[in-house]
């Protein structure tokens, strides 16, 4: 069962949007949505995040349809986990744990499940529950008797000297992977970024011929890939890194910085983003918000609106004078008149499934590259001839 509330600051448009992401995290998890709740509220409840109405509204839709999970769509504090929890007597997730677990399950590689893992350590850290005092130590001598370490104060020491030890590994593993990135030479690099399922694995395998893993669902890479590619007879390294999303738990973005470092070390950007998407604009600033903390927002970049093969915009009658015009009217030629027009040729659009306007991408990248190259050896000028 999914649970959202509907704030002055977020609409009900935006909030089903939410919602619908929520949705396809879970069944992205292995999860099955039974049931969705939403609220209108002014701000969250502190007690239980949502109103004693709603609240018993739920727990009643529970007992009826035995609903194992709940999932909110924002991230709760650890007091309102615990109370809610009473309440349903069953599992609660928010956002961020849904994510995490999501990620758990994608990590592959060592790097990544130490990523991982820290992440879940600093999200676990203040939602230790319960405070027991049965395994008190008693100390010994004058002045050092009484209570001693209770087992909610064990648990932090052992999470945050995890917590230590697991910022220790990241740091070695860093240093080992920027040993590798430096050993590839002056070769320019291109980094593939974009909002999560916006389809960056599937152009990475249609560019290098490669077999990067990619599916129809939220987050199917983590780990990042680098393949050698070559357009004309110029060689360059090109990345697929792991994609973002709205309300990203901060706990990741702090603990995947050092995975960004394919994205911040890059010469040259490939923003991907899934045009077919009703709110894309959104999912762009999302990604621009991500890459504005990393400080790579100023790296030259290309603007890629894939999958136009399945773009629908919505037909409007000439004559009807009454139906405003929005933007779920715009054709895509409307679209390139909008803010889009005013980046040049820095905005392309393909589709990866249907290999549309590969060619056209290819001769960008070439010479975007290629203007890099030239910039770093201007002796190879006459080895890399411009293309038309």
């Not at 008190?136 to 909610?152: A, D, L, N, V, W």
């Not at 394919?262 to 983003?273: F, W």
């Amino acid at each position: 069962m999914l649970v959202g509330v509907i704030t002055n600051d977020q609409g009900y448009e935006k909030s089903m949007d939410y919602l619908e992401e929520l949705e396809f995290l879970t069944v992205t998890a292995g999860g099955f949505v039974n049931k969705i709740f939403t609220q209108k509220l002014n701000k969250p409840n502190p007690k239980t995040f949502i109103g004693e109405g709603k609240i018993n509204e739920i727990r009643d839709y529970i007992k009826d349809h035995k609903v194992k999970t709940v999932i909110f769509d924002d991230e709760l504090t650890a007091t309102q986990e615990r109370n809610i929890s009473k309440i349903f007597n069953c599992k609660i997730l928010d956002r961020t744990n849904l994510i995490l677990d999501i990620f758990a399950q994608r990590a592959k590689t060592s790097y990544a499940k130490t990523q991982v893992e820290l992440a879940q350590c600093q999200y676990l850290l203040p939602r230790l529950k319960g405070m027991w005092t049965h395994l008190e130590r008693q100390k010994g001598g004058i002045g050092m008797r009484g209570p001693g370490e209770t087992e909610i104060e064990t648990d932090r020491r052992i999470v945050r000297n995890k917590i230590s030890l697991l910022k220790e590994k990241i740091k070695s593993i860093d240093k080992q992977m920027h040993t590798q990135r430096g050993n590839r030479g002056k070769m320019v690099r291109v980094a593939i970024a974009g909002y999560t399922n916006v389809g960056k694995s599937t152009l990475m395998n249609l560019l290098c011929k490669s077999k990067v893993f990619a599916e129809d669902k939220l987050f199917a890479t983590l780990d990042t890939t680098v393949r050698k590619l070559v357009i004309g007879n110029l060689p360059f390294l090109i990345s697929d890194t792991v994609g973002f999303i709205r309300k990203l738990p901060t706990q990741l973005v702090e603990s995947f910085k050092s995975t960004l470092d394919e994205v911040r070390e890059a010469d040259l950007l490939m923003h991907v983003v899934d045009i077919t998407h009703s709110n894309f604009e959104e999912h762009k600033e999302s990604v621009e918000k991500i890459l504005s903390e990393i400080n790579s927002i100023n790296k030259p970049t290309i603007l890629v609106f894939n999958k136009i093969d399945n773009y629908k915009s919505v037909k409007i009658d000439e004559d009807d004078l009454i139906t405003e015009r929005t933007k779920m009217h715009y054709s895509l030629d409307d679209w390139k008149k909008t803010w889009m027009g005013q980046l040049g040729n820095n905005v392309i659009f393909i589709s990866a499934i249907e290999k549309s306007n590969i060619e056209q991408l290819k001769k960008l990248l070439y010479s975007k590259v290629r203007e890099i190259h030239i910039t770093r050896f201007p002796y190879n000028n006459f080895l890399y001839p411009e293309i038309n």
